[in-house]
């Protein structure tokens, strides 16, 4: 009888100990070792069309692990992907990265009204890092086409004001109309849709915009189920969450806060709301160590070479600027400049150079030469008559046009981008990326 009791508390013990051993939290990664799993699992599942597009999603991931962690932080930088076409594995990124990032919370066509109380709902909860939730709209072309002016406005709020912590919305009380309700809305944000997407130029400021393609055979991701990958995907996450606990430390002390976010070797790169947004990521990138320094410097020069050559205007009226200045110089390098453009070449030239944006511009028609003259009245020219070749046509000077280039485009040096010609030649020539 005594063996037996012995048996039974030595059994006792050994379950006691194994229960002990599974609620015992893993270790704490190195952020190398963090971002390298993240890295792992997006390559997995999505694939995107240049390196440096999964440097930008996983610092931009680990960003949102940071962000719980550390009050300090005041900004949340917006993820934007498109695409030409469907099928391209937006909605897939989305999909993946909301298991990856913290507090995730896929949004799909949710209202603007509803991602308030999202965003409300998690500010209010008391348990540690559960704020700032992170919202992943999807097919944002929809909700910002021609046919939608002035119906996007209150997402356009959200998605602008709530860039920078502690911003709120205002709205009346339902109930009491003398009184005001303020809606937190402070929230990272990921989106996605079709290039035909006419988003607000500030929106695109706050933005690291990914454009994709549809991947080739060999090429394509791993598939994704749910039911068999979101636990592996938990994970990950969980792991990017210790890793951000264990290094919060270091975002604590406001001098170091500063120090990392107006590091030198960013703010020589970049000024304005460009810094605000490379510096969120270049404080994680100092923080993981090893090759991550060098592969957010190089994310940040191949955003600034896409920006350089022109293929970096996400707005449709940037886009068309892009593509007037394109063909200026197309016709200026043959010796073909005259006095301005008419509004009917202005629109040729732009479904020539951008068809990913303009060949469906509305969703459903192409760009129309009086679709010209309203994007460009944007930026304050007007069309006027002009003289091109024997006739006189409504058009712009272009001397107007070469001052809103200046004032709006990146600079582009004389041997800097394509050669307009060969451009010309090779109409489905990409023409995407970050606004400035």
């Not at 695409?83 to 990856?100: I, Y």
Request: aromatic share 8%.
């Amino acid at each position: 009888m005594m063996d037996i009791i012995e048996i039974d508390g030595y059994a006792f013990q050994a379950d006691k100990l194994a229960e002990a051993e599974e609620k015992a939290e893993p270790p704490v990664p190195t952020g190398a070792e963090a971002l390298a799993d993240l890295e792992g699992a997006l390559r997995r599942f999505v694939w995107f069309p240049k390196p440096h597009h999964f440097t930008v999603a996983v610092l931009w991931t680990a960003y949102t692990h940071l962000l719980t962690q550390c009050p300090g932080l005041p900004i949340a930088p917006r993820l934007g992907i498109f695409s030409g076409a469907p099928g391209s594995g937006k909605t897939r990124a989305l999909e993946v990265l909301s298991k990856l990032v913290a507090n995730g919370q896929d949004v799909g066509s949710m209202s603007s009204a509803a991602m308030l109380r999202i965003i409300a709902a998690a500010e209010a909860s008391e348990e540690p890092g559960t704020s700032p939730v992170v919202l992943f709209p999807d097919e944002l072309d929809r909700t910002y086409s021609a046919n939608s002016a002035g119906n996007q406005d209150d997402l356009t709020i959200i998605l602008n004001a709530g860039y920078k912590r502690g911003a709120v919305v205002l709205r009346a009380h339902k109930d009491k109309q003398t009184e005001v309700v303020r809606y937190p809305c402070f929230a990272p944000v990921a989106f996605a849709g079709l290039a035909t997407a006419r988003l607000p130029d500030a929106l695109l400021t706050r933005t690291f915009v990914i454009h994709t393609t549809r991947a080739r055979r060999e090429e394509r991701p791993e598939p994704y189920f749910p039911l068999a990958h979101d636990e592996e995907l938990v994970e990950v996450r969980e792991s990017a969450a210790r890793w951000a606990r264990d290094t919060a430390h270091r975002f604590v002390n406001k001098e170091k806060l500063l120090a990392e976010l107006l590091a030198p070797e960013i703010g020589d790169k970049v000024d304005g709301r460009d810094h605000e947004i490379w510096s969120c990521l270049w404080a994680v990138a100092v923080t993981a160590g090893d090759e991550w320094r060098e592969r957010c410097m190089a994310a940040l020069e191949a955003a600034q070479e896409e920006s350089r050559d022109g293929s970096a205007t996400g707005s449709a009226s940037m886009r068309l600027l892009t593509a007037l200045r394109t063909h200026y110089r197309g016709l200026e390098r043959r010796g073909r400049v005259r006095v301005g453009i008419s509004r009917d070449d202005a629109c040729t030239a732009a479904l020539n150079l951008d068809p990913l944006a303009f060949s469906r511009f509305d969703g459903r028609e192409e760009l129309r030469p009086e679709d010209v003259g309203r994007l460009l009245r944007e930026h304050g020219l007007k069309s006027t008559r002009v003289r091109v070749g024997s006739e006189r046509s409504y058009g712009w000077h272009w001397a107007d046009l070469r001052d809103a280039w200046e004032r709006v485009l990146p600079p582009l040096d004389d041997g800097d981008g394509e050669d307009p010609e060969a451009i010309e030649e090779n109409p489905s020539a990409d023409i995407f990326g970050q606004s400035r």
